[in-house]
């Protein structure tokens, strides 16, 4: 039987109980923490934009105001150009910020000076493009790039990787312990302007004769942007410090599985796919023309480039989903855009010079 002592000291209990809820009660509740993003209305910066909400962030965009992020509330827009306009940063704190448009050296330099002092935190999304060669596998450790003039501004397929090298640097001054710098590849998936991971599965689906290049057993690498931006909420969350190479694992998805994923993903297409071999196509197109992401040739100066080492981001929680997803879902996005802008696709292989490296390849196996 309880005591008269014990009934008294349960009675002060639920008392204390009461009184703290009600003090818990009348206490404004907690801050949400604050995101800003340099871009935010592009590919990255919605998906990120939502995983940010989702998790309870308030976040803000900086852009110059000419794109529109549809069906995104809560979202404070800053207007301002990343070359000079930064005013209406000027005078603002943030708990993170994760930089989506830092290409150009000395702008990036102008907001690193600016919001050092004033975020707590700081994400730059870089590029593997940043390494000097890919001859051979890189890692984060590999050789970068130099860039030849650091006032640089046109981006071209030379400059793009040094540029990304000096921005890192950029960044790790202003932002020294408070930093990770995260290095993707080919970026894939629902909203990717660039079409270049997206011409598979529509290609696919378009049915005839296919040309592929290469052979089945090809690696290939990506990451979903639901993946990569998923992660890098992961990083912020935890205030990570590092470099990553954000990637799939080397061999985890070849050209074979992306094939057979485009084949789920449009089941009813009447499709024919004809695997044309590296050296034979490097015999009928420029050297330019070879690059067909996200396949690239396994030799010459490309042999690395679809090896490199995703280990750090891995073991700091990087997962991709499977490839039948991606590819599926990239497919269904793409199907719901307008018809002119289906019926212009910006990267892959022009119908004409398909057709002629097919008939090509087709008569030299005739002529043994």
């Not at 962030?57 to 301002?80: A, Y």
């Not at 040094?162 to 998936?189: D, T, W």
């Not at 793409?334 to 008569?363: I, M, N, V, Y």
Request: with cysteine; aromatic share 8%.
């Amino acid at each position: 039987m309880k005591t008269r002592r014990d009934l008294l000291k349960a009675g002060a209990a639920l008392a204390a109980t009461a009184a703290a809820d009600a003090n818990a009660a009348l206490r404004p509740p907690a801050r949400p923490r604050t995101l800003l993003i340099l871009g935010g209305t592009g590919f990255i910066g919605p998906h990120l934009t939502r995983e940010a909400q989702r998790l309870g962030w308030k976040v803000t965009h900086f852009n110059r105001g000419k794109k529109s992020v549809e069906g995104l509330e809560g979202v404070e827009t800053l207007i301002g150009d990343r070359k000079g306009k930064l005013d209406a940063l000027r005078n603002r704190r943030w708990d993170a910020m994760v930089d989506d448009t830092g290409y150009i050296p000395k702008y990036c330099h102008m907001s690193a000076q600016l919001l050092g002092p004033e975020v707590r935190y700081a994400l730059f999304i870089s590029s593997i493009s940043v390494y000097d060669s890919f001859a051979h596998p890189n890692d984060e450790h590999s050789p970068l790039g130099k860039l030849t003039d650091p006032e640089a501004e046109e981006v071209t397929d030379t400059t793009y990787g040094p540029m990304k090298v000096l921005c890192e640097h950029y960044n790790a001054q202003a932002f020294a312990k408070r930093l990770s710098i995260v290095r993707p590849g080919y970026i894939v998936g629902p909203l990717d302007p660039t079409d270049r991971f997206t011409y598979w599965p529509v290609r696919y689906a378009r049915g005839g004769e296919m040309l592929v290049p290469g052979t089945p057993d090809d690696p290939i690498q990506i990451i979903d942007v639901r993946d990569l931006t998923g992660w890098m909420m992961q990083l912020v969350n935890a205030r990570t410090q590092g470099t990553f190479n954000a990637v799939s694992a080397p061999h985890q998805f070849t050209m074979g599985q992306l094939l057979q994923a485009c084949r789920d993903a449009a089941p009813d297409a009447k499709t024919q796919v004809t695997w044309v071999p590296e050296a034979f196509l490097a015999r009928q197109w420029k050297p330019e023309e070879l690059d067909l992401p996200p396949w690239a040739p396994l030799s010459g100066d490309s042999a690395g480039a679809s090896l490199t080492s995703s280990t750090l981001a891995t073991r700091a929680g990087l997962r991709c989903r499977p490839l039948e997803e991606t590819v599926r879902d990239t497919l269904q996005w793409f199907r719901t855009l307008p018809s002119e802008r289906q019926a212009k696709l910006h990267a892959g292989l022009d119908a004409q010079r398909e057709d002629e490296t097919l008939r090509a390849w087709h008569k030299s196996e005739k002529a043994g």
